[in-house]
């Protein structure tokens, strides 16, 4: 079938970008693991903060351009199954469990880095804001890897099945 856009390179009925951030989910998943390992076992705080802010910074131009994407060429034709058709109640419900998490995780990570950014000392170690942010930056880290399984979810059911 010839949808708009451009199609994606995992062989499904996603468009690129799709395949881009569900690939790229992976990616962001093994660097938050490795930036709390290095603050947590290491106390590597200046390395922990380059990658936060790197992750926050390259998140943030994936999202835009992703949602840029979908506004464009939109994702309902292609998670039809059927030419005209529209997405099942199933694809709608892995949607709307994604965006709860996507929605809250993009809303408390920049809270989380910026607060960093102003209440840690440079170069950064532990300090006042240091039981603040280990309590919001959990929170925010888990809402990151429930952002990115329910949204592989969605791909599944909406252009995989």
Known sequence: MDYPGLDGFLGTRASLMLDVVVVSMFGVLVLLAVSIYLVRFRKAYQWHKRIQVGLTFVLFLVVAAFEADMRIYGWQERASAEPGGSP????????YVHLVFAISTFCLWPVVVFRA?????????PGTHSRWHRRWA???????????????????VA???
């Open 88 to 95: 099942t109640p199933a694809v709608w419900a892995a949607l």
């Open 117 to 125: 950014w102003r209440n840690f000392p440079v170069p950064p170690r």
């Open 138 to 156: 959990r929170l925010a880290a888990a809402d990151m890897v429930l952002t990115a399984v329910t949204g592989w979810v969605f791909y599944v």
């Open 159 to 161: 252009f995989v099945l």
